[in-house]
């Protein structure tokens, strides 16, 4: 399918033209494999974020803001990893407009989380952007910027395989952040997801997937990434090792419902958890803060995000958010 064919199908989806066979035989065949191809992901995402309702922010907001978000269906099991990461990084001096969900695939999902350490989720779209300019970091609840997905949710779930609607989440972010950090389940999307990104303007921007199929950097094998860096796009291999960082099992990083994995993000902030938890978020935010542009490389980022835990930022950020999020 070209881009523009693909606009014009998705334009129709979106515009609520087709029936439910019609979607469901529409979204069947849109089923994630090898041959999906970035002019349809990016198109998707173009016209999804199109119909979607935007957070009403400054421009010059919008072009620092950065999204920091896994598609999940990873099935790894691990904490909320991208969300602490996101913290820390706001905690750095970045600008977070952190876009997610309740849980889908596991059993904790970005907001339940959020809502668990006791930022309140239901502002408006003015408070949220009052709250990114106040703390530089707002959580955007996809039910509340996407409405047209609310006809097309219940066809998507009568379809056992995966779809294209499993990856776009990530690629369409309500605050139109040109920065990104993002995690996938499979490494033969991650060339394809940062070209979709590129494609709908993102400025700087990595994509990432592990050996184990993980949506975040590991810290137990090597992980494939994929970046844009001054309108160039590089590919490479992240070793933990390389970071100074000692390879740990999977079992190592696991989580579990909202409030256990809140403890866990609150006891990375207290430096009371175990290294394998603060490392592994310690190596997402050196990558993040690199995309930022608040960090020079991997190193630089390493360093800053251990100086913002010994420090207690990530601690005190929170306790920010939580306070400036149920006052407004």
């Known amino acids: 399918m070209t881009y523009e064919r693909a606009k014009i199908e998705f334009t ?128 955007m609840f996809a039910q509340n910027h996407h409405p047209t997905m609310s006809f097309i949710m219940p066809v998507r779930k009568s379809i056992p395989d995966k779809t294209i609607f499993n990856i776009l989440g990530p690629l369409t972010n309500p605050a139109g952040v040109q920065k990104s950090m993002l995690g996938v389940f499979d490494k033969a999307f991650v060339p394809k997801m940062l070209e979709a990104l590129k494609i709908n303007g993102a400025t700087s921007a990595m994509v990432v997937s592990s050996h184990e199929g993980m949506d975040e950097i590991s810290i137990s094998d090597i992980t494939y990434a994929s970046r844009l860096h001054n309108g160039v796009v590089h590919e490479f291999e992240i070793d933990p090792e390389s970071c100074m960082i000692r390879k740990m099992p999977l079992k190592a990083i696991m989580g579990g419902e909202a409030k256990e994995n809140a403890n866990i993000l609150r006891h990375i902030f207290d430096g009371t958890s175990t290294d394998a938890q603060r490392d592994i978020v310690l190596i997402n935010t050196a990558a993040s803060l690199m995309v930022d542009g608040l960090a020079r490389d991997m190193q630089d980022g390493m360093e800053m995000g251990r100086e913002a835990l010994k420090n207690h930022r990530g601690k005190k950020k929170l306790k920010q958010i939580i306070e400036v999020s149920n006052k407004l």
């Open 12 to 139: 129709s989806l979106f515009n609520h033209e087709m029936d439910d066979t019609q979607m469901r035989e529409f979204l069947v065949g849109l089923t994630l494999d090898k041959n999906t191809s970035v002019n349809t992901i990016a198109a998707a995402a173009e016209v999804m974020r199109n119909f979607s309702i935007p957070l009403p922010i400054k421009e010059e907001t919008r072009a620092q803001a950065i999204d920091i978000v896994g598609t999940g269906g990873d099935k790894i099991g691990s904490f909320n990893i991208s969300s602490t990461v996101a913290l820390l990084v706001a905690a750095c001096g970045g600008i977070v407009a952190k876009h997610g969900s309740r849980s889908v695939t596991s059993k904790s999902g970005s907001a339940d989380m959020f809502e668990a350490l006791g930022v309140r989720l239901d502002l408006s779209l003015n408070n949220s952007a009052k709250l990114l300019e106040e703390t530089g970091f707002t959580f």
